[in-house]
């Protein structure tokens, strides 16, 4: 057992334009930001829209899934980290944006681009909420 908290505390929590997504993940929820003005949905979060600019934002639960895009295998790490641990690059499945996030997988052979991923949130401390993604096998 470890006593690391493998995680590091984002830096965008108190942004005005990500503050939404992290209620959104305290609440249990993947968002992402629609345009009130050109209707363009994406993400990552920011506080205006990369299309038109508008700063009318409303925010949309995504399915949370999507496909590994790329991966790596980290052997080192900030002090904070337990390694080895797998972070991937995440195409979402709506199509509107690309994430990295941590791999829940054991082994390396249970990873291969295109694989389906779902986007699962945890709360490693109270008051905090992140999202991860986990190996998922595909819907028939």
């Not at 929820?29 to 934002?57: I, M, N, V």
């Not at 690059?89 to 779902?118: C, F, P």
């Amino acid at each position: 057992m470890t006593s690391k908290p493998n995680f590091l505390k984002p830096t965008n929590l108190e942004s005005p334009g990500a503050v939404p997504f992290w209620e959104g993940l305290q609440a249990g929820k993947f968002l992402a930001p629609r345009c009130g003005q050109c209707g363009e949905l994406f993400f990552p979060p920011r506080s205006h829209c990369p299309e038109c600019l508008g700063d009318s934002l409303s925010w949309e639960e995504l399915s949370g899934k999507g496909f590994l895009y790329s991966w790596t295998e980290l052997f080192f790490a900030q002090p904070e980290f337990d390694t080895p641990f797998f972070l991937g690059l995440i195409d979402l499945a709506e199509g509107i944006g690309r994430i990295a996030a941590r791999i829940s997988a054991k082994t390396a052979e249970e990873l291969h681009i295109g694989m389906s991923v779902r986007i699962r949130i945890s709360k490693p401390v109270d008051g905090l909420a992140l999202y991860y993604a986990e190996p998922s096998r595909p819907e028939s």
